[in-house]
């Protein structure tokens, strides 16, 4: 589904992001990203976005390139994609309704299915009964699920962690990540994460970066740099 083929990503002044990294990843995988600050993990999760492009290399995402300057089809590699971010970025002028079916109704679809499928992401988050609360009324773990509610809707395929639980206490990092092994079963899941504890404990593949470089690949590892 992803593939990463001798990747490297020069920024301005030249900074080195990544450094010749080439990995695949298999449909409905879930893959930790770990390593150090400024390893690389976060650029890797901006380039399967096409939030950025690589200065070498080639990135396959469902066997299209989406480093070639003749893909066009950005809006509709986006619309596979939910990405969670460490602080929210939820809009806290709309309420929990809003912010999940924002990106629905920019696609068009009817407002039977709106409904539908917030409700659906609500239920398996575990917010239903909050539905047109704002996000002052919730607390940053409740606020999080929202965040995890507006990537799933929409059937995306991928699923992009940039350090989801990174501002939440143990109690709620773990509550956050029982919804994320529901969502193992069907979705491709890239967690970039410093939690040595959720890493070991979930015993999945584990890429390891260090200074842009991938230094390791394990499948069922632990959280070892």
């Known amino acids: 589904m992803i593939k990463f083929e001798n990747v490297t990503k020069k920024f301005p002044l030249g900074n080195l992001a990544l450094d010749e990294v080439s990995f695949d990843v298999e449909d409905k995988e879930f893959i930790f990203l770990v390593g150090p600050s400024g390893a690389g993990k976060t650029t890797i999760l901006k380039l399967i976005m096409r939030e950025s492009v690589p200065s070498e290399g080639t990135i396959l995402v469902d066997d299209f390139d989406i480093t070639s300057n003749e893909f066009t089809q950005v809006e509709i590699l986006r619309r596979k994609i939910g990405m969670i971010f460490q602080d929210f970025k939820i809009l ?49 773990g409740e606020i999080q699920r929202v965040a995890i509610a507006r990537a799933i809707v929409g059937d995306r395929d991928i699923i992009l962690a940039d350090e989801p639980t990174g501002n ?33 404990s979930f015993q999945k593949r584990v890429l390891v970066l260090k200074q842009g470089r991938l230094t390791k690949d394990q499948r069922k590892g632990g959280y070892d740099i």
């Open 168 to 200: 939440l206490d143990p109690k709620t990092t773990w509550e956050i990540m029982r919804i994320f092994k529901k969502l193992e079963k069907n979705k491709t899941i890239l967690f970039a994460t410093h939690n040595t504890d959720i890493v070991n």
């Open 92 to 140: 806290f002028d709309k309420n929990i309704y809003e912010n999940i079916a924002l990106s629905l109704k920019v696609i068009g679809l009817p407002d039977d299915q709106i409904n539908d499928q917030v409700e659906e992401a609500l239920e398996l988050v575990g917010l239903s009964k909050k539905t047109y609360d704002f996000p002052i009324q919730l607390s940053a």
